[in-house]
């Protein structure tokens, strides 16, 4: 087999599977799939992000984008590390026809298993491919910006809590060695 950018053996193996499990069947659930030529609007990108943040839930309850993957530009926090970073996945899956494909039926090992379950609607795919075609067509790479907030947060509130438990026990250890220090000096043992 010749070696083809992006694939590997667990992939191609579970796209194998795929194709054979969707054969096996008498409608593919990718009978009828169209992907439109015609460029994406705003509001197709905000409803993209939206879907990728969690702000609109998915229709089959599956998770949000953000909780495993990260965009440049968006999430307070940028994201989550789990999966790959997806600003440049429009250009790594070369196009909305490729990108749509395996949205419909993602093949990595840690998303198959949960989208099997819980398959995005087809409704809710062009929105994400518009997004990451903007993500794509800005030119932005992704940053640590995120993972530095998450630390400045995390600090922050270590500091936080510091002060506080400083603040409420300030008197609890001084009371119980108050009475040790009179005790000791009326000759008296703990």
């Known amino acids: 087999m010749p070696k083809v950018a992006g694939l590997d053996r667990a992939r191609v193996e579970a796209l194998l599977d795929l194709i054979k499990a969707e054969g096996a069947k008498p409608d593919s659930r990718f009978k009828g799939v169209q992907v439109s030529d015609k460029p994406f609007t705003a509001n ?4 993209g992000k939206a879907i990728f943040l969690g702000l609109q839930k998915l229709t089959n309850g599956g998770p949000s984008c953000v909780s495993c993957h990260t965009v440049s530009g968006l999430g307070g926090l940028g994201g ?4 790959p970073d997806l600003t440049k996945v429009y250009e790594r899956l070369q196009g909305r026809k490729n990108l749509s494909a395996w949205l419909f039926a ?5 998303m198959q298993p949960v989208f099997k379950a819980h398959p995005l609607m087809p409704e ?3 929105p994400l491919v518009a997004l990451f075609e903007s993500a794509a067509q800005s030119g932005a790479q992704a940053s640590a910006v995120g ?3 998450f630390f400045l ?4 509130g270590t500091c936080l809590g510091l002060v506080f438990f400083e603040t409420a026990w ?3 250890l001084r009371t119980v060695r108050q009475a040790l220090v009179q005790k000791s000096r009326r000759g008296i043992q703990p």
């Open 170 to 172: 300030k008197h609890r």
């Open 124 to 126: 809710e795919i062009p």
């Open 44 to 47: 197709d990108i905000a409803q």
């Open 106 to 110: 993602p093949a990595t090992i840690t």
């Open 153 to 156: 947060l995390a600090l922050g």
């Open 80 to 83: 989550g590390r789990l999966g």
């Open 147 to 149: 993972l530095v907030y």
